[in-house]
């Protein structure tokens, strides 16, 4: 299945945000879906993964006021 860049990014904004594994933001985004009673189904971590390079995910470092890329 193919996913579109905002589900991706979604995701990668969560597992930075959240400080967590994609596997655990994964389970995380699935729960809030099904708690909404939405039908539908995150993005698979391996294909986040896969698709991490190709989506560009910057926003501002707290730490640093810098923007930095989500994935590194």
């Known amino acids: ?11 990668l904004v969560v597992k930075r945000v959240s400080r ?12 809030i879906f099904a708690l909404m009673g939405i039908p539908l189904r995150c993005p698979d971590y391996t294909s986040v993964s896969k698709r ?3 989506v560009d ?10 923007n930095s890329a989500s994935g590194r």
């Open 1 to 11: 299945m193919r996913y579109s860049d905002l589900a991706i990014t979604t995701v």
């Open 20 to 31: 967590v594994t994609l596997r655990a933001a994964q389970g995380f985004i699935d729960s």
């Open 52 to 54: 991490a390079k190709s």
């Open 57 to 66: 995910v910057s926003f501002k470092n707290p730490h640093s006021g810098r």
